[in-house]
């Protein structure tokens, strides 16, 4: 029997990229691969992105720098936490360039030895950032001109959000202070507004790995994911009859149930889970989607496989969770999360197979 089986298409996450890169243009595409290239794995993303002709990237931590740093030595990397204390010498180090957020971060990153940097400003999140007010203080601080001057969107994903526009006037308030200086806004659903926020670079993510960057409108991205994972066992159970944890779910109808070798351990959430309460999340079974039915555990899954074509039922066959008939979207909304956390999820126990 195949273990339970984790796809990465790395062709379909160059041509998204490329699709990204062509609706940009001028401007220019990143790439951003923090948290393990949602989950995707940093090492053969960057690798495959950078042959695709990307040519700068953005992780979260210094760690994701430094990995990413050795699949790419050429190219630009820039490390969206910052300066954190102390982790001037290991950035320059590894030729990283901090994204910086505060005042204090400036300082010490000039009195530290200073080198190409960033500078993000926070246009409306009030997460991490300068405010705007900063910005002549910040430039007089950082001695040199910074690479970049970012800003990150709170609502791209809603076309017409009012904050969209707030942002873009904000943001377009830095470029008449910070003269000659490349400027990025937009990340994956930015690159899909109307109004075209481009500005030199923009920093697509969750679109590269497959997801949806236009939630309400058709998926303009190819899949990236697959997730494949056998049954251990099959049963057949009378109306009444309760499954899993709590009994949460009872058969309507006489049901043919499959159990699968993955549960929240492997990063499918509870959430996912068929109660009398709510549907379970779908997944295909021999082409025919089934629920999921019961609590996710742990370890399994039970699913309503009833309907499916009985050869697809049987010990040792595949079930797929992620792939062409649901998407990480489709598992994340109706899990009661979003696709970002499914991918960035995906949990260490499959078998990772990579195809190009
Ligand atoms: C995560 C992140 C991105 C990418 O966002 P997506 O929605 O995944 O495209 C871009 N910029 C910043 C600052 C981020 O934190």
Not at 26 to 40: F, I, L, Q, T
Not at 280 to 298: L, Q
């Amino acid at each position: 029997m195949t273990a339970a089986t984790l796809t990465i298409d790395l062709a379909a996450l160059r041509a998204n990229w490329r699709k990204l890169a062509d609706k940009a243009a001028p401007a220019e595409c990143a790439a951003v691969v923090k948290a393990d290239a949602y989950g995707c794995g940093i090492e053969p993303c960057v690798r495959a992105l950078r042959a695709e002709g990307a040519r700068v990237f953005f992780v979260a931590r210094l760690s994701e720098g430094i990995r990413a740093r050795a699949a790419a030595p050429e190219a630009v990397i820039y490390v969206l936490d910052g300066l954190t204390p102390g982790s001037g010498g290991a950035l320059r180090a590894a030729k990283l360039r901090p994204t910086l957020c505060s005042m204090p971060e400036i300082v010490e990153w000039a009195a530290s030895g200073g080198g190409p940097a960033a500078l993000h400003f926070d246009t409306g999140m009030n997460r991490l950032g300068l405010a705007p007010s900063e910005a002549g203080a910040a430039l007089a601080a950082l001695g040199a001109p910074p690479t970049l001057v970012m800003s990150h969107f709170i609502s791209s994903e809603i076309a017409g959000s009012p904050d969209n526009a707030r942002q873009i006037e904000a943001f377009e308030h830095l470029r008449s202070i910070c003269e000659n200086v490349p400027l990025s806004i937009s990340n994956s659903s930015g690159i899909f507004l109307s109004c075209k926020p481009f500005f030199h670079l923009v920093r697509p993510g969750y679109a590269l790995y497959g997801g949806n960057p236009t939630p309400d409108a058709p998926n303009p991205m190819r899949p990236v994911v697959a997730l494949d994972v056998p049954i251990l066992q099959t049963r057949r159970i009378e109306p009444g009859d309760r499954v899993g944890y709590n009994g949460q779910w009872t058969a309507p109808r006489p049901t043919r149930i499959a159990v699968i070798a993955a549960g929240y351990a492997d990063g499918i959430p509870r959430g996912a889970s068929g109660t009398g309460a709510r549907p379970g999340v779908e997944v295909a079974v021999g082409g025919k989607r089934c629920p999921i039915v019961g609590r996710v555990s742990m370890d399994l899954i039970a699913i309503d496989a009833t309907d499916a074509p009985d050869d697809a039922v049987t010990r040792g066959a595949s079930v797929e969770l992620l792939g062409a008939t649901v998407g990480v979207d489709e598992f994340g909304e109706r899990s009661g999360t979003i696709g970002y956390e499914i991918l960035t999820g995906l949990g260490r126990r499959y078998e990772r197979v990579y195809r190009d």
